[in-house]
């Protein structure tokens, strides 16, 4: 762990971290980490409390002298992918991206390091092999063109004495929040079988192992780019919906054709991409660097967030 000399203090000895964003199921939990720890946590977003995106001045004296910023920005892609739709998942992205970078080349004493979240739908649909950051496969159409996008907009911010790592997360799974609500509500009226084919992988991540792939991080200063956060372990749809009936204590599932998915999708108001698109990633650098994952497969997962 980082030693306590080594940390970035504001004027009252606390660390100082920023939360970009983080107003979700993620940021919250970070939210609760660094608090429980006695950080000096503060938040920019558009909710009420918190620094406003507009407000560039309070940006920069809020990043000036901080230990950390993560931005987690970005509106939810759990929605019609119509051109409204699409303009704000872009932009909510990409300018908020731009306005921390612009405020921490402001700062007369800039953030240690920059964590901006990624997304791991930035590869195409794999169904041959697992996607790594040496040699993975850039996928194409809006969900793809986003992420490059995003990522684009974080490298090329002028930030030479920020160290900066970008995260392609993919599913984060913990209790009580995120993607674990629909498919936990699914496994216990019976409908957790098979989503279309069944055959697509599922990477996910255990939310414990990625808040401590963010401590890991912050105390490897000589790791910076593009990090997968992803378990090692990567299911297809048919093990990922077995192995959570038997977490629920639910022997069978009714599956759910592509059809009938493509239907209730428009009824939801969401996109069959979050479910058919077949995410195999392996988070090659960490393991590499030595990081080891407290949950590294789905049976230990579920176990931990059903119990």
């Known amino acids: 762990m980082l030693k306590s000399s080594d940390l970035a203090e504001t004027a009252n000895g606390k660390r100082k971290i920023v939360l970009a964003g983080a107003t979700g199921f993620i940021g919250s939990a970070l939210l609760e980490r660094y608090t429980a720890r006695g950080c000096d946590v503060r938040m920019i977003s558009r909710r009420p409390g918190h620094l406003s995106w507009d407000d560039s001045a309070a940006i920069v004296e809020a990043l000036n002298g901080a230990e950390m910023l993560v931005n987690l920005a970005g509106r939810s892609v759990n929605c019609r992918y119509n051109e409204r739709n699409r303009r704000e998942i872009l932009t909510s992205r990409t300018e908020t991206t731009r306005i921390l970078g612009e405020a921490i080349a402001a700062c007369p004493n800039p953030p240690e390091l920059w964590i901006n979240s990624s997304t791991a739908t930035i590869y195409r649909d794999a169904r041959d092999r697992p996607m790594t950051e040496a040699d993975g496969e850039i996928g194409n159409g809006f969900s793809v063109q986003v992420a490059q996008d995003w990522e684009e907009a974080f490298f090329a911010a002028d930030t030479p004495q920020t160290r900066k790592a970008a995260l392609r997360i993919a599913i984060a799974l913990g209790r009580g929040g995120g993607v674990m609500v629909p498919y936990a509500n699914?496994?216990?009226?019976?409908?957790?079988?098979?989503?279309?084919?069944?055959?697509?992988?599922?990477?996910?991540?255990?939310?414990?192992?990625?808040?401590?792939?963010?401590?890991?991080?912050?105390?490897?200063?000589?790791?910076?780019?593009?990090?997968?956060?992803?378990?090692?372990?990567?299911?297809?749809?048919?093990?990922?919906?077995?192995?959570?009936?038997?977490?629920?204590?639910?022997?069978?599932?009714?599956?759910?054709?592509?059809?009938?998915?493509?239907?209730?999708?428009?009824?939801?108001?969401?996109?069959?991409?979050?479910?058919?698109?077949?995410?195999?990633?392996?988070?090659?650098?960490?393991?590499q660097e030595g990081f080891e994952f407290r949950y590294p497969t789905l049976r230990e997962a579920m176990a931990e967030i059903a119990r």
């Open 186 to 287: 699914l496994v216990r009226f019976g409908l957790g079988g098979p989503q279309g084919p069944g055959s697509q992988r599922f990477s996910w991540i255990h939310l414990e192992d990625l808040l401590r792939i963010v401590d890991f991080l912050a105390e490897r200063r000589d790791l910076s780019g593009v990090f997968n956060v992803s378990a090692p372990e990567q299911v297809t749809n048919k093990e990922q919906m077995e192995i959570m009936r038997r977490a629920y204590g639910r022997r069978i599932g009714l599956p759910a054709p592509a059809w009938m998915l493509e239907l209730g999708a428009v009824f939801i108001r969401t996109e069959t991409e979050l479910i058919l698109k077949s995410r195999w990633v392996q988070p090659e650098r960490l393991l």
